[in-house]
């Protein structure tokens, strides 16, 4: 689908590449990923392992920001709790469209090792806003977290950008006058 | 100093406010001290060069039966001895003297008992909430706590 | 959600000239959920109101609901850094209670891998506190190092961070056949490293700069604020349970204390507090081979576990030297399966209690540098 798959089948003598421009666009979004890293808990020193030299997350293209308004997806690792919830909350809503998050560790998919008497405990991020990708394991390792950055940027590959509106007029979410 | 010495010495001092001396090894032995006593025997604890108790290990509430109970967990840097005490509080009148001006750390394991149990530090500078937001309503390390069903809108359970 | 009760602003005396910040829950320089609020005079730091319980994950609530073993992987979750240091105290205190004696060699897995996590958490404190002050490189130097110690743990226990791997009685499995030699390998390695992070790192002039004569923490303050570990030992206290307390087999091993002398500045400063880790490292690589040597290498690690956990009656408080300082748990028994309360208390938790003490008077600036030198978990701050 995305833009590198093309390169196999070049227009004609070769060197030339024909693709849509959506191929483009999404070619330089997946490849070039700023990410809001929400740290909380275990998780967060793996991911520390993960940004050293072993692992090296800068290869995916993808720089750390402190701001969500210049970021293009969240990262939440760790444990949530009702005291952090409103929090993630208000810098989701902070941060530009088109935007992704990716939830690492059982914690933050679904309560992990405190879904039961967890009472401070949220139990899954996604009670509060929308999870592009789960990451398991409790904490996961740095393996698995380079996976899931995979799978998003698969995720960010294949998506149709133009249209949207008309897309989610037909879908019935949204009313446009013609 | 043994703690049956220590005691002993605080017996004589302030007579029947200090409570018995409960030894069942392997597990701690500990003073049982009246609570309205308490500040004066943490302060001759500490001043007393023959005890120089100047480090509070640790200060925990405790549930037991029909009553909670704080207890303190002194240990003392130069002369390497230790001591357990424990004050028991009613459930209808969870008031207690703040240690807060004996041992500065005191002050926010008592906002902690404060936040958990409910246990009412008198004198302390700053008796708020720690752990919890501070509208949290009900303190959860009690028997009886009850998991709240929504927070904020947010739904607790499972 | 009601902010008076903390944040008590009289208007009819506003002072113009200081100004309060807000710093996290979430910022990079606060190692974890830690929100300060900061009152600040130009740049100058005039108060600071730590708020914490970002991540109170009810770890005390949950023990009171879990068995003695289930609880095991909760504690690893207090204190992530260094999971293994955190078992010791616990398995300790019901050995106390319940009244086992464990096989020689598993008193010996048992100091290796404190040890060699203790190395790896002041790897991560040292190399946060360079990062604190800006230094980049060292972080990825000790990083790499790092994950050696993981390999090690790993291979052992199946988990790179959590292990679950202290059992009461015993181990959670024996170590595999080249242990002692790949150990010895890390060892050797974490000396060479730890030249090069003395020489790129802690006594470089613009480090010794930022650090020294900052953050002075005198010891009868320390000491009146509970402080352990690092922190005490910096003002200048030669306190370490190990020496002080021996417990499991820290008797046998023939090791120093560091402790800070205000060798570039003065006595408890922040310099003195890294330096202290910095020596710690090395100490615990001289304890790792001296239990080499002598670690037995027959004998079952699981010929002592119970297969009930049910201590008799009664209440123990013990603790350890973790390499933040001292960790204790208070547990209170009533004879059932379930303990009836389980309190920890964190090192962490009493040294960041003295923050608003040291912070003040310094520039802004110099607060990241000081929290950093405190090395906390927020993990074990909020339970």
């Known amino acids: 689908m995305g833009l590198l798959d093309r390169l196999d089948k070049p227009y004609e003598t070769g060197g030339i590449v024909l693709g849509t421009l959506e191929d483009i666009l999404n070619w330089g979004r997946s490849k070039s990923d700023w990410y809001l890293h929400f740290g909380l ?107 899931g950055m995979i799978k998003l940027q698969k995720l960010i590959d294949q998506q149709a950008i133009f249209r949207k509106r008309e897309r989610l007029a037909e879908e019935g979410k949204i009313s446009i006058d013609k | 100093m043994t703690i049956e010495e220590i005691h002993h010495s605080l017996k004589e001092k302030f007579g029947e406010f200090i409570g018995e001396l409960v030894v069942n090894p392997p597990s701690d032995s500990y003073i049982n001290v009246e609570a309205e ?78 936040d958990l149990f409910g246990i009412i530090f008198e004198g302390h500078h700053n008796l708020i909430r720690i752990l919890l937001p501070y509208d949290w309503e009900g303190y959860p390390l009690r028997k009886d706590y009850k998991e709240p069903e929504t927070y904020h809108g947010i739904k607790v359970p499972y | 959600m009601t902010t008076k009760e903390f944040i008590d602003i009289d208007f009819s005396q506003i002072e113009s000239d200081r100004m309060r910040l807000n710093v996290g829950p979430q910022h990079p320089s606060t190692h974890g959920v830690l929100r300060l609020e900061v009152e600040l005079d130009g740049e100058v730091v005039t108060n600071v109101i730590p708020h914490i319980g970002y991540l109170h994950r009810c770890f005390e609530k949950i023990c009171e609901n879990m068995n003695y073993q289930q609880i095991i992987p909760y504690i690893d979750r207090m204190d992530y850094i260094s999971a293994m240091n955190n078992e010791l105290p616990y398995v300790i205190a019901l050995e106390k209670l319940m009244d086992i004696k464990v096989p020689e060699k598993v008193e ?31 972080f990825l130097y000790l990083f790499r190092d790092r994950e050696y110690i993981l390999w090690i743990f790993e291979k052992a226990s199946g988990a790179r961070l959590l292990f679950n ?38 006594y470089n002039k613009i480090f010794i700069d930022r650090t020294a004569n900052v953050g002075i923490l005198p010891l009868d303050v320390a000491i009146s604020y509970g402080c352990s570990g690092p922190v005490l030992r910096g003002s200048g206290m030669q306190f370490d349970l190990r020496k002080n307390e021996p417990y499991s087999i820290y008797e046998r091993f023939d090791f120093e204390i560091p402790f800070g002398k205000g060798e570039v500045g003065t006595v408890g400063d922040c310099w003195d507090r890294n330096i202290v880790r910095v020596r710690e490292i090395e100490q615990s690589c001289r304890i790792i081979e001296q239990a080499i040597a002598q670690m037995p290498n027959d004998g079952d ?40 309360r389980v309190k920890a208390r964190g090192p962490s938790f009493v040294n960041l209690s003295v923050l608003p003490e040291i912070a003040k008077g310094y520039l802004f600036a110099d607060l990241i540098v000081i929290l950093g030198s405190i090395d906390i978990v927020l993990g074990e701050v909020d339970r």
């Open chain 3, 165 to 202: 791997y202290f059992w009461v009685g015993g181990l959670a499995n024996d170590v595999y056949p080249t242990f002692k030699e790949d150990v010895l390998t890390i060892v050797h390695q974490v000396r060479k490293t730890i030249k090069e992070i003395e020489d790129l790192l802690i």
């Open chain 2, 37 to 114: 006593k308490l500040l004066d025997v943490c302060f001759e604890l500490r001043d007393n060069p023959d005890f120089a108790f100047d480090y509070l290990m640790c200060l925990s509430g405790v549930e037991f039966q029909e009553q909670l109970m704080v207890v303190y967990h002194l240990c003392s840097m130069s002369k390497n001895h230790k001591v357990v005490l424990k004050a028991s509080l009613p459930k209808d009148n969870l008031k207690i003297s703040s240690v807060e001006r004996v041992w500065r750390s005191a002050d926010w394991h008592e906002r902690e008992a404060y």
């Open chain 3, 108 to 138: 010996y897995i048992r100091v290796i891998m404190s040890e060699l996590n203790r190395i790896a958490n002041h790897q991560i404190a040292i190399a946060t506190f360079g990062l604190d002050a800006g230094a980049f490189t060292p």
């Open chain 1, 41 to 147: 808990a275990c998780c967060a020193i793996e991911f520390m392992s993960m940004n050293a030299s072993h692992f090296d997350f800068m290869r995916f293209g993808i720089i750390p920001r402190a701001t969500p308004r210049q970021a293009d997806f969240i990262m939440i690792t760790g444990t949530v709790t009702l005291k952090m919830a409103e929090r993630i909350q208000r810098l989701w809503e902070q941060m530009a469209e088109p935007k992704y998050c990716m939830s690492v560790g059982s914690c933050s998919n679904s309560g992990g090792p405190y879904w039961q008497y967890g009472y401070h405990v949220l139990k899954g991020v996604d009670r509060i806003i929308p999870v592009h990708v789960y990451v398991p394991g409790c904490p996961p390792r740095p393996e698995a977290m380079e996976e």
């Open chain 3, 301 to 340: 690690v699981q010929s002592a576990i119970p297969k009930k956990v049910r201590p008799p009656k009664g209440e123990i408080y013990f603790r350890t030297e973790n390499p933040k300082g001292e960790l204790g748990f208070y547990i209170i028994s009533d004879g059932k399966d379930k303990p009836h």
